[in-house]
C-alpha cells in the first residue's frame, strides 16, 4: 500500500529555530504539493513542484520559507527562522499530473514558542 | 482563477439519517471536481471525483456527488450516516491545467459533519 511519508511527525520549537520538514512521495509521483493548515486560515496551498522542478511557490513567505526537491525521492520545507505564526500542521502530497488525484501525507505538526 | 465555497461549516445528523454537504463553485474554464475526507489527525483522503461523462459519481464508503454545471455545484450525499462518518471533508476543483497552473487543486474551507448518536 503506497503513501506519502512525513518526517517529523510532530515538531516543538522555539522561535527563531530552523526547522525542517521532510516528504517521500509516492515512487512514481511526478508532482509533490506543500500545504499549511490552520484554523483560521483553513488549508493553504505553500508550493508546488513537477518532475522535480517548482512550478509555485506564490503562497509561500519568500523571505523565510524554502522548498526543494533534492531527488524524486525527497521533498524538503524548511523554515529559517521560524516564528509563533508558523505553528501549522503542514501536508505533503503528491500525484501524477494526468490524473490531478493528490495523495496526502499524514502531515507535520509545527509549534513554535 | 477558481474558487470553492463551502457554505456549511458544521453540519449535525443523527446516526442513519441522509446528509448533504454543500459545494459550490466559480471557474471561467472547465473543472474536474473532488471531495476529500480528512479524519482527526490524519492527512486528507480522496472520496470521489468527476473528469467526464456521468455527473453522478459515486466514491468510497457510499458516499456519492452530482455535478450540476448549471448550478456550479458538486454536492455530496450519503442516504445514511455512520458514526465513522464524522470527519472534515473537504470540497476541491482543478482548471484541468487549462490556465497553466498545472494539476494544482483549490480547496474550500472544509464542513464538519458530526454524526449524533
Known amino acids: 500500500d503506497a503513501r506519502v511519508t512525513q518526517t517529523p511527525r510532530d515538531k516543538v520549537t522555539e522561535m527563531g529555530q530552523e526547522v525542517t520538514m521532510r516528504c517521500q512521495p509516492i515512487?512514481?509521483?511526478?508532482?509533490v504539493f506543500w500545504y499549511r493548515q490552520t484554523m483560521m486560515q483553513g488549508l493553504e496551498l505553500l508550493a508546488y513542484f513537477r518532475n522535480r522542478a517548482p512550478l509555485d511557490d506564490s503562497g509561500m513567505p519568500k523571505d523565510r520559507f524554502s522548498a526543494e526537491m533534492p531527488d524524486a525521492t525527497l521533498a524538503t520545507l524548511k523554515i529559517q527562522p521560524s516564528e509563533p505564526r508558523d505553528s501549522a500542521v503542514y501536508f505533503c502530497?503528491?500525484?501524477?499530473?494526468?490524473?490531478?488525484?493528490?495523495?496526502f501525507g499524514p502531515g507535520t505538526r509545527l509549534t513554535v514558542t | 482563477a477558481q474558487s470553492v465555497t463551502q457554505l456549511d461549516s458544521q453540519v449535525p445528523v443523527f446516526e442513519e439519517a441522509p446528509v448533504e454537504l454543500r459545494c459550490n463553485y466559480s471557474s471561467s474554464v472547465s473543472v474536474y471536481l473532488f471531495w476529500y475526507v480528512q479524519y482527526p489527525n490524519q492527512g486528507l483522503q480522496l472520496l470521489l471525483k468527476?473528469?467526464?461523462?456521468?455527473?453522478l459519481v459515486k466514491g468510497i464508503n457510499g458516499f456519492e456527488a452530482e455535478f450540476n454545471k448549471s448550478q456550479t455545484s458538486f454536492h455530496l450525499r450519503k442516504p445514511s450516516v455512520h458514526i465513522s462518518d464524522t470527519a472534515e471533508y473537504f470540497c476541491a476543483v482543478s482548471d484541468q491545467g487549462l490556465t497553466g497552473g498545472g494539476n494544482k487543486l483549490t480547496f474550500g474551507t472544509g464542513t464538519q459533519l458530526k454524526v449524533e448518536l
Open positions: 502530497a503528491s500525484g501524477l499530473d494526468i490524473s490531478y488525484e493528490q495523495y
Open positions: 468527476y473528469l467526464s461523462g456521468s455527473t
Open positions: 515512487l512514481g509521483h511526478n508532482t
